[in-house]
């Protein structure tokens, strides 16, 4: 059966992950900021924890992963077109 609530709890815990170990990678020097799949994970898992922190009303951390999302996608957008550029 579908439940609202469980639902939003796996995309914030989903989020949380993605963002997470996205920074983990980078922080371990295993990607780079200008990986596709770093800035990826990142705009994913932002934009999870967008959805989940709407849904419990919580406007500050909403703001902030609105940001990150944007921030990524931004980046991603520029790694993307630079690579079809420079194959």
């Known amino acids: 059966m ?13 989020g949380s992950a993605l963002v997470v ?5 980078l922080s371990m020097n295993k990607w780079k900021s200008s ?6 994970m990142n705009f994913i898992g932002s934009t ?10 919580a406007f500050p951390p909403a703001t902030v992963n609105t940001i990150w999302a944007v921030i990524a ?13 420079n194959p």
């Open 2 to 14: 579908f439940n609202i609530n469980a639902w939003m709890e796996v995309i914030g815990w989903a």
């Open 21 to 25: 170990l996205a920074y983990a990678m």
């Open 48 to 57: 999870f924890l967008i959805v989940f922190t709407l849904y419990k009303k």
């Open 73 to 85: 996608l931004v980046s991603l957008v520029q790694l993307i077109l630079n690579q079809r550029k």
């Open 35 to 40: 990986d596709v799949i770093y800035q990826l």
